[in-house]
């Protein structure tokens, strides 16, 4: 035995632990006729930000960091599956390009009628030119996809959450993208798409209420007394009420002179400086020290001209 514990990764019954590619696709793609427009918009579900890449990353990162078997699993197995539909989605991107790639990349056509191709009917010259029309990492408006757009903390109760919301985005998504095309093929699979982002919402639902006390998120207990409170700060009409901020469950405040500031406090901030920190801060406060009695002549005042409001009168010697 060695003096510290050993966390393995769990394999499976042959010790395998490595991505298979299965050449077959997870939903057939039947793509009616090229359009390069249709293809740009579907970019946003290939590099967007609530694309199945990001959704892929999302979940393989979390999934690596987590402690729990069985979320573990969960996570790497619809990380995996998310990486099945960015193929998918990339498929349908490719096919629909398929016919302009091809003329751009072979010069079919004449030097003008392909300067006109590229950037027509809403493509970008980026994804015509420095893409070829390939299925580029980028999404509809042509920004390249980003890291940034996986916000995880690790912290269960915390990601769980993200993800549902997640999952809840790529539905939208996916359901304005069936909105805006008649293919029957790219609708059905676009639709089959958006039916597992369902589901996936659904597992991470059920993740999230696996857990014990998930709210409020981490291990901290929020402080008694104000986590029942709501403050009404936005008075006048219009003012409602609903289980948001009413009932049982809530304190509303509408009187917020009696109860500012909240902890009973001067609601002043305040800090303890050593010696040699509060000289230098009076050295600092004496420099900048405004001189509210006097009435300088300025800039403004010099130059004034129609429409400066009130300035000080000036004396120039106009010779
Ligand atoms: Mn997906
Ligand atoms: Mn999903």
């Not at 979940?59 to 729990?68: K, N, P, R, V």
């Not at 993740?207 to 207990?221: H, M, Q, R, T």
Request: glycine share 10%; charged share 25%.
């Amino acid at each position: 035995m060695r003096g510290y514990d050993v966390f393995s990764y769990p394999c499976d019954a042959e010790g395998d632990f490595m991505f298979m590619h299965n050449k077959r696709l997870q939903y057939t793609v039947r793509v009616s006729e090229p359009n390069p427009r249709l293809a740009v918009c579907l970019l946003e579900q290939f590099g967007g930000a609530d694309g199945e890449l990001a959704a892929a990353m999302r979940y393989f990162t979390q999934g690596l960091g987590e402690e729990d078997p069985g979320r573990k699993d969960m996570l790497l197995d619809i990380a995996t599956e998310e990486l099945s539909h960015l193929e998918v989605i990339g498929s349908i991107v490719a096919m629909l390009n398929k016919g302009v790639r091809a003329q751009l990349s072979e010069a079919t056509m004449e030097e003008m009628e392909l300067f006109r191709m590229v950037g027509a009917n809403g493509t970008s010259a980026k994804e015509s030119i420095l893409f070829g029309g390939g299925p580029a990492l980028i999404d509809s408006a042509g920004t390249p996809w980003s890291a940034n757009y996986i916000d995880s903390r690790a912290e269960p109760t915390v990601d769980l959450r993200s993800n549902i919301a997640a999952e809840s985005r790529a539905k939208i998504v996916y359901e304005r993208l069936i909105n805006i095309t008649d293919d029957p093929g790219i609708k059905e699979a676009l639709g089959f798409l958006m039916t597992r982002e369902v589901a996936h919402q659904k597992s991470f639902e059920k993740a999230l209420y696996s857990i014990e006390d998930n709210f409020p998120p981490g291990k901290l207990p929020g402080i008694e007394e104000y986590a029942n409170i709501y403050v009404n700060t936005s008075q006048g009409e219009g003012d409602a009420t609903g289980p948001w901020n009413s009932g049982d469950q809530w304190d509303r405040i509408d009187d917020l002179e009696k109860v500012m500031p909240i902890d009973g406090g001067d609601g002043t901030a305040s800090v303890q400086l050593e010696a040699d920190q509060a000289a230098a801060l009076q050295q600092l406060a004496a420099r900048g020290m405004s001189d509210p009695s006097g009435d300088p002549t300025t800039g403004a005042d010099l130059g004034a001209g129609p429409g400066a409001g009130r300035t000080k009168p000036v004396d120039v010697d106009l010779r």
